[in-house]
């Protein structure tokens, strides 16, 4: 079955220490997104990538890092200059052509908790 | 950027017809809308798009207004399993490139009761 996994669904780590969420699709999407999600909140993009070895800042992209080295992988690294970095994290792909180019599809998130 | 407006919440019983209103009074000619859903802590789903035309698929059916300043999305039986959060959302291009954002705003929390 194609689809986008995310991995650990839940993370708990202590305050200070980098994080890496695991973003693999095996849909032959062209382009990748990561967003958070805060409690009540809408969906904020933190970076999102095109092509493989190049990627783009999102709104929200302060304290997070990102690498595109295969089409099929899109890792999120949490570092320790975010804030606030207790949150939902979603990653999402999509393909660029044809009619359905605008149709997102969603991993089933990751619930990163900082102590 | 908030380019769409929803109301924060809806309610409908089930097996009625739930009708879901998005305002997005900037939208450019060639921009779609899009609606989305998420259940609970889950990853939002897809549920249909359109750029003028009515659309209806297995899920729903979106109606789009002349002037494109509005739409709704209509789900025709609803069920309990449909409790989620409905956005609306409108397909922004960036400059000089093909890759479109896709804002997503609070979205309109939907609750079907028994």
């Known amino acids: 079955d194609g689809g986008i996994t995310q991995s650990p669904k839940y993370l708990f780590r202590k305050e200070g220490q980098n994080v890496t969420l695991s973003c693999e699709q095996n849909l032959n999407h062209d382009a990748m997104y990561w967003y958070r999600q805060d409690p009540g909140q809408g969906l904020r993009l933190i970076y999102y990538s095109q092509i493989v070895n190049d990627f783009q800042k999102g709104d929200i992209a302060e304290g997070y890092s990102v690498s595109r080295e295969k089409k099929e992988s899109f890792p999120l690294t949490v570092t320790s200059a975010q804030k606030n970095p207790t949150a939902f994290y979603l990653c999402a792909s999509r393909t660029l052509s044809g009619r359905g180019a605008g149709e997102l599809f969603f991993g089933e998130g990751s619930r990163l908790t900082v102590l | 950027d908030a380019k769409t407006t929803q109301p924060p919440s809806m309610d409908c019983a089930e097996g009625r017809a739930a009708n879901l209103p998005c305002n997005h009074s900037?939208?450019?000619?060639?921009?779609?809308v899009y609606w989305y859903r998420q259940i609970h802590s889950q990853g939002p789903q897809y549920i249909i798009h359109g750029l003028k035309n009515n659309e209806t698929n297995e899920m729903a059916s979106l109606i789009i207004t002349e002037d494109r300043k509005s739409s709704t999305l209509i789900l025709p039986h609803a069920t309990l399993r449909d409790t989620a959060v409905y956005y609306c959302?409108?397909?922004?291009?960036?400059?000089?490139?093909?890759?479109?954002?896709?804002?997503f705003g609070r979205g309109t929390q939907l609750t079907v009761w028994p």
């Open positions: 959302i409108v397909r922004v291009a960036e400059r000089g490139s093909t890759l479109g954002r896709l804002y």
């Open positions: 900037t939208i450019s000619g060639n921009e779609y």
